[in-house]
């Protein structure tokens, strides 16, 4: 197990007297990539923005590299929050071209990459003259791209990377991912909606919902607690003291059940040899099932 | 760190800030002391009156660029700083450091160019600016901090109501250093002022409020 990077305790954040976070806690390996997943409005957005202390949480604690990091004065540059937008600052200036903004990312951040970040630049085929608050939503979606990559930040945090992207540079975003995390591991955070194309970068995952965690898992573990059961229905319904049903879905007498473990070994081969095909659910799946999405499924 | 990334910034903006001023500087300068001799020939030309002309419209620029800097410290860079995650205590340094250099290189300019000028206790005229450009900057840290906390048609509605006092005050303050009245304390009062709004800027930025505008 690599040392912890990133601890947050007991976080709580309120917009006014609405509760985006609710007691949130977790850990987080240095060099480990997270997903991070949940609804619209269950509060990953508001998590990530405190975790790179852009909001300060009403109660809780921040800790990065075992040091409280809203009450360190130079442990900084460590964190990047690359997002489809840099906020109003960059939106309303005028004067503002995006090249100006990678010259003052490259100040700030002590392991920025130059040349990786003009690589992108080319690749991404922005053009960096322009003024920012000009430029198409896709292309501020590549800027802050751009600045989560080459920033080369301890911890990177990427919210939704993919916002007004095309394919192209959506595959382009994902292959240059995983190449420079390849080259230069760190610990990043993706949140995402589109998680059936990110789920393979994912070594941990962090479901949340109304500002809450519902799991917190190694990806792995998740296969051994989460399981998409298909077959007969009668046979499946056998073993139904085994698990937790979450959905059932029917085609005929056949049947797809998503189901919560874990379960031993000797199911697992008994259900094998009763013709019922066992896989991982995704987590596409997963998050519907658990965030009452398919609430009323199960009783049909 | 007194000099760190964050103040590089900071430099780095201000010189982009400093040339558009310098800009407006050299057009004003040049309408105003060049210009006219198209029209009533070059040989009219007073090399002094330039001098004092250029300085006096300098002088106006450093005011105004230090003012309107000062303004957008607590407001554009601050976001700014957020967006790439600087702490706020590390903001708040930069800002405070920023504002030190500031007043002295203000300070230094205003005073070089009153070397033109014939005035008494000169030393005397060098403490007070260099402290009312201090106290200046830290107001208007602070001004800018409200306008952020509360909105700036709150803090513009507010400042509309504070303007004729600041105006009164700023006028018989400047009556009196003129005439060598109160000094000890004006002095005080220009100590005192900006030590509150430095403790009351420090302490904003050290609680969590959200700055939403």
Not at chain 1, 150 to 175: H, K, M, N
Not at chain 1, 235 to 253: D, L, Q
Not at chain 2, 119 to 147: D, H, W
Not at chain 2, 160 to 185: C, D, H, P, R
Request: glycine letters at 6%; charged letters at 20%.
């Amino acid at each position: 197990m690599n040392p912890i990077k990133l601890k947050l305790s007991n976080i709580t954040y309120y917009y006014d007297n609405f509760r985006a976070l609710n007691n949130m806690s977790f850990v987080l390996e240095e060099h480990q990539i997270m997903g991070l997943i949940g609804r619209n409005g269950s509060g990953k957005t508001t998590l990530l923005k405190v975790i790179a202390h852009q909001l300060l949480q009403d109660k809780g604690e921040v800790i990065i590299d075992d040091e409280n990091f809203s009450m360190k004065e130079n442990n900084q540059y460590k964190i990047c929050l690359a997002r489809e937008t840099l906020g109003k600052t960059f939106e309303q200036t005028e004067v503002m071209k995006v090249k100006m903004i990678f010259d003052l990312a490259a100040t700030l951040y002590k392991n920025w990459d130059m040349n990786y970040a003009n690589h992108l630049i080319k690749r991404f085929k922005l053009n960096v003259n322009k003024k920012y608050n000009k430029i198409s939503k896709g292309m501020k979606t590549t800027v802050g791209i751009i600045l989560g990559l080459a920033s080369r930040a301890e911890i990177t945090l990427f919210d939704e990377p993919y916002v007004g992207l095309d394919p192209v540079s959506r595959e382009i975003f994902y292959a240059e991912l995983q190449k420079d995390y390849t080259e230069n591991p760190r610990t990043m955070i993706i949140s995402s909606h589109l998680i059936n194309e990110l789920e393979g970068m994912f070594e941990r995952v962090l479901i949340i919902d109304e500002g809450s965690i519902i799991v917190d898992s190694h990806i792995d573990k998740l296969k051994d607690r989460y399981y998409l059961l298909q077959g007969r229905k009668e046979p499946i319904e056998s073993y139904n003291t085994h698990f937790r049903t979450m959905n059932v879905e029917t085609i005929g007498s056949l049947a797809s059940y998503s189901v919560e473990g874990p379960l031993n070994e000797e199911i697992i081969r008994r259900m094998k040899a009763d013709d019922i095909d066992i896989s991982m659910i995704s987590l596409q799946k997963l998050l519907y099932h658990l965030t009452n999405g398919g609430e009323n499924n199960a009783d049909r | 760190m007194l000099i760190d990334n964050s103040m590089k910034v900071m430099a780095k903006v201000f010189i982009r800030f400093m040339l558009t001023f310098l800009l407006i500087y050299l057009a004003i300068t040049f309408f105003n002391t060049i210009v006219p001799l198209f029209f009533i020939g070059f040989s009219e030309f007073d090399a002094n009156e330039f001098k004092i002309s250029a300085t006096l419209y300098l002088a106006a620029l450093v005011y105004s660029m230090l003012v309107a800097f000062a303004a957008k410290c607590t407001s554009v860079y601050y976001d700014m700083f957020t967006i790439f995650s600087i702490t706020r205590k590390r903001i708040m340094k930069t800002i405070n450091i920023t504002n030190v250099i500031l007043t002295i290189t203000g300070s230094a300019v205003l005073n070089l160019m009153l070397l033109l000028h014939d005035i008494p206790e000169r030393g005397l005229f060098l403490i007070m600016i260099t402290l009312s450009i201090y106290l200046i900057l830290n107001f208007l840290n602070f001004v800018a901090f409200l306008g952020k906390l509360f909105g700036w048609y709150y803090v513009v509605g507010t400042f509309v109501l504070m303007a004729s006092f600041i105006l009164f005050t700023v006028n018989y303050i400047g009556g009196f250093i003129q005439m060598g009245l109160f000094k000890t304390e004006i002095i005080t009062f220009f100590i005192v002022a900006a030590a509150a709004f430095f403790l009351i800027n420090n302490f904003i930025l050290s609680n969590r409020y959200e700055y939403k505008h």
